[in-house]
């Protein structure tokens, strides 16, 4: 707390991974999304190289989905605004499944070359995300063996559940959310306003809080659809909250 108002700032000396567990079905069967969040303390402003989305408390998802039979099929990776979507198939998933036309080499996601496809992977492997500096923006994405991250250019982080995010302690021993809970920035985090982002994507989404980040879980609950999609009228066929949905409106037949 400052000044009696409530201030929250992400600690880089302390990283924590908020993880979590959900299942989802469509009409070819039941999967399981394991979810990994993680937050930053700021996009800094900058004119040269521009930083649209500049901003405090930005976050990154990872979201690998499993089978029944727990084999990973995809891996998709997007900012907590919802923005930079990218879904990355495994060998595992059935060929009927891909988009139409789908590159298996690489795809381009506003400016990043990301993986088109990635290999089969097991518990003696582990999911390496390269996200690229001040931006926090995912570079690359790799399979690689679990003895490689022991290097000591990695620095082991905290697990917690995603629900932790809604009890942040507070010097005073009371608790607080991450995230608004009124209207009408219910739904978003708290001190993520996007000042480029409001002025100049505003009215193309019709949303003067676009760019800042959000829960990510259930629209009903939050209140705010997790779209990743700027166009207005895409809003929910492209709300993450909805995974088949979401999958769906980007071309995925899983």
């Keep these: 707390m400052a000044n009696g108002k409530e201030h929250i700032t992400i600690d880089p000396d302390q990283p924590v991974i ?10 070819k069967g039941t999967y399981i999304n394991r979810i990994f969040r993680v937050h930053f303390r700021n996009i800094p402003f900058s004119l040269v190289p521009f930083h649209l989305a500049a901003g405090n408390n930005v976050g990154l998802l990872v979201i690998v989905t499993l089978n029944t039979e727990q084999v990973p099929l995809l891996v998709t990776t997007v900012n907590t605004c919802g923005c930079y979507a990218a879904v990355i198939p495994t060998v595992s998933l059935p060929p009927g499944a891909y988009p139409k036309n789908w590159d298996k080499k690489q795809q381009s996601i506003y400016g990043e070359v990301l993986p088109g496809s990635l290999p089969a992977y097991t518990v003696d492997d582990a999911l390496l995300v390269t996200v690229r500096p ?5 570079m690359d994405v790799r399979v690689v063996k679990r003895s490689m991250l022991s290097d000591k250019k990695y620095k082991p982080a905290d697990m917690m559940p995603l629900q932790s995010l809604k009890t942040l302690p507070l010097a005073s021993g009371m608790t607080t959310s991450l995230y608004y809970d009124t209207w009408p920035l219910r739904g978003h985090v708290k001190g993520s306003i996007k ?4 002025l100049l994507l505003s ?34 066929a492209s709300d993450m909250n909805n995974f088949a949905g979401f999958l769906r409106f980007w071309g995925w037949r899983l």
Excluded at 18 to 27: D, H, K, L, Q, V
Aim: no cysteine; net charge negative.
């Design 18 to 27: 908020y993880f979590g567990r959900f299942a989802f079905s469509t009409g």
């Design 134 to 138: 001040e931006v926090h923006r995912v």
């Design 195 to 198: 000042l480029w982002e409001s």
């Design 203 to 236: 009215l193309v989404s019709l949303d003067f809080y676009v760019g800042m980040d959000k829960e990510y879980g259930d629209t009903v609950v939050s209140g705010n659809p997790f779209y990743t999609s700027l166009l207005p009228w895409n809003r929910h």
